[in-house]
Protein backbone atom coordinates (compact mmCIF):
# COMPACT_ATOMS: atom_id res chain seq x y z
CA UNK A 1 0.00 0.00 0.00
CA UNK A 2 1.24 3.74 -0.66
CA UNK A 3 1.98 5.24 2.32
CA UNK A 4 0.52 9.01 2.65
CA UNK A 5 3.44 11.81 1.45
CA UNK A 6 5.04 13.67 4.17
CA UNK A 7 8.34 15.01 3.85
CA UNK A 8 9.27 15.37 -0.15
CA UNK A 9 12.21 12.81 -0.71
CA UNK A 10 15.70 13.53 -0.49
CA UNK A 11 17.30 10.90 -3.47
CA UNK A 12 20.89 9.96 -3.63
CA UNK A 13 22.10 8.68 -7.05
CA UNK A 14 26.01 7.19 -6.80
CA UNK A 15 27.72 7.20 -10.24
CA UNK A 16 30.46 4.69 -9.16
CA UNK A 17 33.70 5.51 -11.08
CA UNK A 18 32.55 8.02 -13.11
CA UNK A 19 34.97 11.14 -13.91
CA UNK A 20 33.79 14.69 -14.75
CA UNK A 21 35.69 14.97 -17.90
CA UNK A 22 33.57 11.46 -18.83
CA UNK A 23 30.31 13.50 -18.32
CA UNK A 24 32.08 16.48 -20.68
CA UNK A 25 33.05 14.14 -23.21
CA UNK A 26 30.03 11.99 -23.32
CA UNK A 27 26.56 12.19 -24.36
CA UNK A 28 24.90 13.16 -20.90
CA UNK A 29 21.16 15.36 -21.27
CA UNK A 30 20.13 13.94 -17.89
CA UNK A 31 22.98 15.42 -16.35
CA UNK A 32 23.40 18.37 -18.35
CA UNK A 33 19.95 19.32 -17.12
CA UNK A 34 21.00 18.96 -13.30
CA UNK A 35 23.35 21.57 -14.30
CA UNK A 36 20.65 24.07 -15.77
CA UNK A 37 18.30 23.16 -12.71
CA UNK A 38 20.56 23.27 -10.04
CA UNK A 39 23.81 23.49 -8.34
CA UNK A 40 26.95 21.98 -9.40
CA UNK A 41 30.74 21.40 -9.04
CA UNK A 42 33.06 19.60 -11.90
CA UNK A 43 35.93 19.59 -9.21
CA UNK A 44 34.30 17.47 -5.76
CA UNK A 45 36.75 15.30 -4.32
CA UNK A 46 37.30 11.90 -2.90
CA UNK A 47 38.82 10.52 -0.11
CA UNK A 48 42.45 8.54 0.27
CA UNK A 49 42.02 5.80 -0.65
CA UNK A 50 39.74 6.61 -3.52
CA UNK A 51 38.53 2.61 -3.04
CA UNK A 52 34.52 2.39 -3.49
CA UNK A 53 34.08 0.60 0.25
CA UNK A 54 36.42 3.43 1.92
CA UNK A 55 34.65 5.94 0.25
CA UNK A 56 31.24 4.96 0.74
CA UNK A 57 31.86 4.28 4.62
CA UNK A 58 33.41 8.24 4.66
CA UNK A 59 30.28 9.19 2.55
CA UNK A 60 27.74 7.63 4.80
CA UNK A 61 29.63 8.46 8.10
CA UNK A 62 31.27 11.56 7.14
CA UNK A 63 34.78 10.89 8.69
CA UNK A 64 38.04 10.04 6.50
CA UNK A 65 39.04 6.38 6.23
CA UNK A 66 41.88 7.44 8.73
CA UNK A 67 39.11 7.33 11.28
CA UNK A 68 36.31 4.71 10.08
CA UNK A 69 39.63 2.64 9.21
CA UNK A 70 38.14 0.72 5.94
CA UNK A 71 41.22 1.51 3.35
CA UNK A 72 40.27 -1.91 1.12
CA UNK A 73 37.05 -2.84 -0.46
CA UNK A 74 36.91 -5.13 3.29
CA UNK A 75 34.65 -4.17 6.14
CA UNK A 76 35.66 -4.74 9.88
CA UNK A 77 33.74 -3.08 12.65
CA UNK A 78 34.62 0.46 13.45
CA UNK A 79 37.24 0.65 16.30
CA UNK A 80 35.42 3.67 17.07
CA UNK A 81 32.01 3.79 16.30
CA UNK A 82 30.31 6.37 14.21
CA UNK A 83 26.02 7.13 14.41
CA UNK A 84 26.18 7.17 10.50
CA UNK A 85 23.35 8.95 8.01
CA UNK A 86 20.89 6.59 7.82
CA UNK A 87 20.88 5.67 11.51
CA UNK A 88 20.60 9.92 11.88
CA UNK A 89 17.41 9.86 9.84
CA UNK A 90 15.98 7.06 12.00
CA UNK A 91 16.43 8.46 15.15
CA UNK A 92 14.32 11.37 13.32
CA UNK A 93 11.61 9.13 12.67
CA UNK A 94 12.96 9.78 8.80
CA UNK A 95 12.92 6.40 6.63
CA UNK A 96 15.50 5.41 4.44
CA UNK A 97 15.79 2.67 1.66
CA UNK A 98 18.75 1.74 -0.85
CA UNK A 99 18.89 0.13 -3.75
CA UNK A 100 22.49 -1.54 -4.46
CA UNK A 101 23.85 -4.36 -6.78
CA UNK A 102 27.31 -4.29 -5.04
CA UNK A 103 27.44 -6.72 -1.93
CA UNK A 104 29.78 -4.89 0.45
CA UNK A 105 27.59 -1.45 0.58
CA UNK A 106 25.32 -3.72 3.00
CA UNK A 107 27.98 -2.35 5.63
CA UNK A 108 27.36 1.45 5.13
CA UNK A 109 24.53 1.41 7.59
CA UNK A 110 23.72 -1.34 10.67
CA UNK A 111 21.28 -3.46 10.40
CA UNK A 112 18.05 -2.49 11.72
CA UNK A 113 17.50 0.95 10.97
CA UNK A 114 16.53 0.38 7.00
CA UNK A 115 13.35 0.63 5.97
CA UNK A 116 13.23 -1.14 2.51
CA UNK A 117 16.07 -1.99 0.41
CA UNK A 118 16.96 -4.23 -2.64
CA UNK A 119 20.05 -5.70 -3.86
CA UNK A 120 21.02 -7.97 -6.68
CA UNK A 121 24.56 -9.14 -7.69
CA UNK A 122 24.74 -7.10 -11.29
CA UNK A 123 27.34 -4.52 -10.81
CA UNK A 124 29.62 -6.83 -13.30
CA UNK A 125 27.07 -7.12 -15.72
CA UNK A 126 26.48 -3.98 -18.82
CA UNK A 127 23.01 -3.87 -17.97
CA UNK A 128 22.99 -4.66 -14.69
CA UNK A 129 22.21 -1.01 -13.14
CA UNK A 130 18.77 -1.46 -15.49
CA UNK A 131 16.89 -3.88 -12.66
CA UNK A 132 18.52 -1.27 -9.75
CA UNK A 133 16.65 1.66 -11.45
CA UNK A 134 13.50 -0.47 -11.58
CA UNK A 135 13.43 -0.95 -8.25
CA UNK A 136 14.15 2.25 -7.11
CA UNK A 137 11.60 3.76 -9.39
CA UNK A 138 9.26 1.62 -8.16
CA UNK A 139 10.23 2.68 -4.40
CA UNK A 140 10.56 6.32 -5.19
CA UNK A 141 6.36 6.14 -6.59
CA UNK A 142 5.37 4.41 -3.59
CA UNK A 143 7.08 6.49 -1.30
CA UNK A 144 8.32 4.01 0.68
CA UNK A 145 11.30 5.84 2.27
CA UNK A 146 11.98 9.43 2.95
CA UNK A 147 15.60 8.97 1.79
CA UNK A 148 16.25 6.58 -1.12
CA UNK A 149 20.10 5.74 -1.85
CA UNK A 150 20.43 4.58 -5.34
CA UNK A 151 23.74 2.76 -6.25
CA UNK A 152 24.64 2.30 -10.23
CA UNK A 153 28.03 -0.11 -10.23
CA UNK A 154 28.94 -0.62 -13.62
CA UNK A 155 30.61 2.05 -15.00
CA UNK A 156 33.45 1.17 -12.73
CA UNK A 157 33.55 -2.60 -13.71
CA UNK A 158 33.73 -1.39 -17.33
CA UNK A 159 36.32 1.27 -16.22
CA UNK A 160 38.35 -1.95 -14.70
CA UNK A 161 37.83 -3.92 -17.64
CA UNK A 162 38.29 -1.51 -20.92
CA UNK A 163 40.05 1.37 -19.33
CA UNK A 164 38.43 4.79 -18.07
CA UNK A 165 37.95 7.27 -20.63
CA UNK A 166 37.79 4.40 -23.27
CA UNK A 167 35.03 4.18 -26.13
CA UNK A 168 32.63 1.50 -24.45
CA UNK A 169 33.34 3.69 -20.46
CA UNK A 170 32.03 6.31 -22.41
CA UNK A 171 29.17 4.59 -23.53
CA UNK A 172 28.54 3.21 -20.07
CA UNK A 173 28.68 6.68 -18.63
CA UNK A 174 25.78 7.50 -21.89
CA UNK A 175 23.61 4.22 -20.12
CA UNK A 176 24.06 5.70 -16.53
CA UNK A 177 22.60 8.93 -18.02
CA UNK A 178 19.27 7.41 -19.20
CA UNK A 179 18.64 5.41 -16.55
CA UNK A 180 19.22 8.90 -14.25
CA UNK A 181 16.72 10.33 -16.31
CA UNK A 182 14.11 7.70 -15.49
CA UNK A 183 14.95 8.36 -11.71
CA UNK A 184 14.41 11.70 -12.47
CA UNK A 185 11.19 11.21 -14.23
CA UNK A 186 10.14 8.97 -11.23
CA UNK A 187 10.47 11.77 -8.76
CA UNK A 188 8.05 13.90 -6.84
CA UNK A 189 8.11 17.14 -8.14
CA UNK A 190 9.78 18.79 -4.77
CA UNK A 191 12.63 16.28 -4.47
CA UNK A 192 15.67 16.72 -3.28
CA UNK A 193 18.41 15.09 -5.90
CA UNK A 194 21.92 14.22 -5.33
CA UNK A 195 24.06 12.70 -8.13
CA UNK A 196 27.94 12.31 -7.24
CA UNK A 197 30.61 9.57 -7.99
CA UNK A 198 32.51 8.57 -5.22
CA UNK A 199 36.06 7.95 -7.05
CA UNK A 200 37.38 8.54 -10.79
CA UNK A 201 40.04 6.28 -12.30
CA UNK A 202 42.58 6.01 -14.70
CA UNK A 203 43.74 3.60 -17.31
CA UNK A 204 41.92 0.50 -15.56
CA UNK A 205 42.70 1.14 -11.74
CA UNK A 206 42.26 4.19 -9.37
CA UNK A 207 42.68 4.41 -5.49
CA UNK A 208 45.30 6.42 -5.63
CA UNK A 209 45.88 10.54 -4.91
CA UNK A 210 45.88 11.71 -8.84
CA UNK A 211 43.65 14.03 -10.15
CA UNK A 212 41.83 11.11 -12.25
CA UNK A 213 41.17 9.38 -8.92
CA UNK A 214 40.52 12.26 -7.19
CA UNK A 215 38.11 14.72 -8.64
CA UNK A 216 34.58 13.82 -9.21
CA UNK A 217 31.28 15.37 -10.44
CA UNK A 218 28.70 16.82 -8.45
CA UNK A 219 25.23 17.85 -8.70
CA UNK A 220 22.38 18.98 -6.23
CA UNK A 221 18.61 20.04 -7.38
CA UNK A 222 15.66 20.71 -5.84
CA UNK A 223 12.92 23.33 -4.40
CA UNK A 224 15.75 24.96 -2.07
CA UNK A 225 18.62 24.51 -4.20
CA UNK A 226 20.06 27.27 -6.29
CA UNK A 227 19.60 27.50 -10.44
CA UNK A 228 22.77 26.97 -13.03
CA UNK A 229 24.79 27.55 -10.11
CA UNK A 230 28.70 26.66 -9.87
CA UNK A 231 29.72 26.12 -6.48
CA UNK A 232 32.97 27.49 -5.17
CA UNK A 233 33.48 26.10 -1.87
CA UNK A 234 35.38 23.15 -1.34
CA UNK A 235 33.06 19.90 -1.92
CA UNK A 236 34.44 16.40 -0.28
CA UNK A 237 32.52 12.94 -0.10
CA UNK A 238 32.78 13.70 3.86
CA UNK A 239 29.96 16.60 2.83
CA UNK A 240 27.53 14.01 1.76
CA UNK A 241 25.70 13.17 4.75
CA UNK A 242 25.46 16.51 6.87
CA UNK A 243 24.25 18.22 3.19
CA UNK A 244 21.24 15.45 2.98
CA UNK A 245 20.59 15.83 6.58
CA UNK A 246 20.26 19.46 6.10
CA UNK A 247 17.72 19.00 3.08
CA UNK A 248 15.77 17.77 5.97
CA UNK A 249 16.24 20.35 8.10
CA UNK A 250 18.59 18.32 10.12
CA UNK A 251 21.54 19.35 12.13
CA UNK A 252 24.67 17.09 11.54
CA UNK A 253 25.59 14.77 13.65
CA UNK A 254 28.30 15.73 16.30
CA UNK A 255 30.25 12.65 15.26
CA UNK A 256 30.82 14.14 11.25
CA UNK A 257 33.50 15.87 10.19
CA UNK A 258 31.99 17.20 6.52
CA UNK A 259 30.18 20.34 6.62
CA UNK A 260 26.24 20.72 4.84
CA UNK A 261 27.18 22.59 0.76
CA UNK A 262 25.13 25.49 2.12
CA UNK A 263 26.42 27.26 -0.72
CA UNK A 264 23.96 25.52 -2.82
CA UNK A 265 21.12 26.58 -1.16
CA UNK A 266 18.77 29.12 -2.25
CA UNK A 267 18.62 30.32 1.27
CA UNK A 268 22.19 29.76 3.14
CA UNK A 269 21.21 28.45 6.97
CA UNK A 270 23.65 28.44 10.05
CA UNK A 271 25.56 25.20 10.70
CA UNK A 272 24.57 23.59 13.57
CA UNK A 273 26.09 21.02 15.21
CA UNK A 274 24.33 18.32 17.20
Keep these: MMNPPETPPVIFIMTDGVRPDAIATANTPALDQLKQRGAYTMQAQSVVPSITLPCHM ?3 NSVPPSRHGILENHYHPLARPVTGLVEHLHRKELRSGMYYNWD ?3 DVCRPGYLHTSFYVNTAYN ?3 D ?5 HACEAIAANMADFHFVYLGTADTVGHAMGWMSDMYL ?9 IGRV ?3 APTQSHILVHSDHGGHERDHGTEMPEDMTIPWFLVGPSVRQNYEVQQP ?3 LDTAPTIAALFGLPSHRDWEGQPVTEAFINQGDEQAG
Excluded: K, T
Design 126 to 128: ING
Design 184 to 186: LEA
Design 171 to 179: LQVEMLDSL
Design 235 to 237: VSL
Design 104 to 106: FLR
Design 130 to 134: EIIVD
Design 58 to 60: SIF
